[in-house]
Nanobody, 127 residues
Framework: QVHLIESGGGSVQAGGSLRLSCAVS????????AGWFRQAPGKEREFVGA????????LYSNSVKGRFTISRDNAKNTVYLQMNSLKPEDTAVYYC????????????????????WGQGTQVTVSS
């Protein structure tokens, strides 16, 4: 069984930064990409970004591009989401996810591409 545990959420003022971590157990991250999603109250869970197995390729939603950065440490089986220049509209529960397959495809922007999900961590940005 694969488990993903997010940490690093919290409350921050607009313009601030947070770094989320996602520790993966039960499966080595090597060879697999990883994704981050978020869900605000009353809204659908939306794609934030994804990273391929080596870290050489990333995808981001337009809403976070240039402000958020995904990275990974395969030796630690951990994926990170560095969030800078945070805005109130970034307030949401953030989830990391592990995909079903090893391919690096644009489908990794879709929830259906992911098989395992973490429990989420709350990020609150005040104005």
């Amino acid at each position: 069984q694969v488990h993903l545990i997010e940490s690093g959420g919290g409350s921050v003022q607009a313009g601030g930064s947070l770094r989320l971590s996602c520790a993966v157990s039960g499966r080595t991250l090597s060879g697999y990409g990883a994704g981050w999603f978020r869900q605000a109250p009353g809204k659908e869970r939306e794609f934030v970004g994804a990273i391929n197995w080596s870290g050489a390729s990333t995808l981001y939603s337009n809403s976070v591009k240039g402000r958020f950065t995904i990275s990974r440490d395969n030796a630690k089986n951990t994926v990170y989401l560095q969030m800078n220049s945070l805005k109130p509209e970034d307030t949401a529960v953030y989830y990391c996810a592990a995909p079903r397959g090893r391919q690096w495809t644009p489908e990794l922007t879709e929830r259906s591409a992911y098989e395992y999900w973490g429990q989420g961590t709350q990020v609150t940005v005040s104005s």
